[in-house]
């Protein structure tokens, strides 16, 4: 039931129904007893808020992820902070976060994600 509630939750954020997803991400967190899953979850909860303008607990939120996750749950956390720090006018911080996952990404030999996680911190 915790995959199905997250999935939902994706769906209902590409179909711009926020505070639906949110709940929905709320909901599956709280069910999920896997720490990775945890970790994915919390990401994927951290977008929705940093897409609502809550920056500062989904910065709260992708840090509890990136301490959950495995290397590509983490990679991604990372990614998706650093889309928060930029959105936010913090280049340094962005950087080093792109940095951060570039390297995780690097360990799983991900060559594509690499190169459009580059043009991104490129564009700071």
């Known amino acids: 039931q915790p995959y199905l509630l997250g999935t939902l ?5 590409y179909q711009g129904e926020l505070s639906r997803a949110e709940e929905y991400h709320r909901e599956a967190l709280r069910l999920h007893t896997s720490p990775i899953q ?3 979850e919390n990401m994927r909860l951290g977008v929705v808020l940093r897409e609502q303008g809550n920056f500062t607990e ?5 840090l509890e992820a990136s301490t959950l996750g495995d290397t590509i749950s983490t990679a991604g956390t ?3 902070w650093a889309r928060l720090e930029a959105q936010a006018g913090n280049s340094a911080e962005a950087s080093a976060l792109y940095s951060q996952s570039i390297a995780l990404h690097q360990e799983l030999g991900n060559s594509l994600e690499i190169e459009k996680l580059e ?3 490129e564009a700071l």
Do not use: I, P
Not at 9 to 13: A, I, S
């Open 9 to 13: 939750g994706v769906c209902l954020r």
């Open 58 to 62: 989904a910065r709260q939120v992708f």
């Open 38 to 40: 945890q970790g994915v």
């Open 78 to 80: 990372k990614a998706e």
């Open 119 to 121: 043009k991104e911190r």
